[in-house]
């Protein structure tokens, strides 16, 4: 059930970096529902053109690494020049794995932080004079990690503090001429290659659940309806601003430890 009616985004190009799987292939194939040309892009061409056939309504696959600027901006051209100036752009590309800072090489560090944060920089950056001004609208895909700090993600954890306030930064910046830029911090998400990762187990699963306000992880298609919110002329006054959609887990832990939960108190 979505609050959004049909053909919301016809006339509106958007460019989704990371948008090839999980999350950010949930928001592209919801844009071109609502009436949007899509071009999605990652670093696997392959795995970017079946993301674009798995869409359809026209969308189109490109390749680029995001750590690498020309590269990007190239890819931003080929969708300007596909279907004209950019409405919307999300930089969703994100690296992340397990591991204890004292386990993790400083390679390791820097990757996840040259993926996170400099490819938001270099998407946001690179795409800055193909958008459709006034009224183009950025969005920054960006996690719970960023305001709490979490064991084994010291990467993630830097790396997501610093692309929220260069959603901050460049709300600022960019307003003056027309153009919105927002985040969105997804909570715990099932079937993404992040939860995979973070929880492989129906025990972990469990433990992760219990804790979280709304007892359940959240499904892609609750954060594509974010991300049309944020695009959206209901949301023409929003600007640096990061909308968590995490069923409330950034709010602490939820546990219930009275045995009374969900009673209310007279």
């Not at 799987?21 to 990652?42: C, T």
């Not at 920089?121 to 719970?144: E, H, K, Q, W």
């Not at 433990?207 to 979280?212: C, K, M, N, V, W």
Request: hydrophobic content about 45%; glycine content about 14%; some cysteine.
């Amino acid at each position: 059930m979505s609050a959004f009616k049909d053909n919301l985004l016809a006339g509106k190009t958007a460019f989704i970096a990371g948008g090839t799987s999980g999350i950010n292939l949930g928001i592209a194939k919801r844009y071109a529902e609502l009436g949007a040309k899509v071009a999605v892009a990652g670093r696997n061409p392959e795995k970017a053109a079946n993301a674009a056939a798995e869409i359809g309504h026209g969308a189109i696959g490109l390749s680029c690494d995001v750590r690498d600027f020309a590269a990007t901006r190239a890819a931003l051209e080929a969708a300007v020049a596909q279907f004209g100036k950019l409405d919307i752009v999300i930089s969703g590309a994100a690296g992340n794995f397990v591991a204890p800072a004292l386990g993790m090489s400083a390679n390791g560090f820097k990757t996840v932080v040259d993926i996170d944060l400099n490819g938001t920089f270099n998407v946001f950056r690179a795409c800055y004079d193909l958008l459709n001004l006034p009224g183009a609208s950025l969005i920054a895909i960006t996690a719970g990690q960023a305001v709490n700090p979490a064991m084994l993600q010291a990467h993630v954890c830097a790396a997501k503090a610093g692309i929220n306030q260069l959603i901050r930064v460049l709300a600022m910046e960019w307003g003056p001429s027309g153009v919105r830029v927002n985040g969105i911090s997804p909570g715990p998400i099932a079937g993404t290659e992040g939860m995979a990762r973070l929880s492989p187990t129906p025990e972990s699963d469990r433990a992760i659940t219990e804790r979280i306000a709304l007892r359940r992880f959240g499904e892609v298609g609750e954060v594509a309806e974010s991300a049309v919110f944020l695009v959206s002329d209901s949301a023409r006054y929003v600007t640096g601003t990061i909308l968590d959609c995490d069923g409330g887990s950034q709010l602490g832990d939820a546990r219930d430890r009275t045995g009374a939960q969900g009673m209310g108190v007279g």
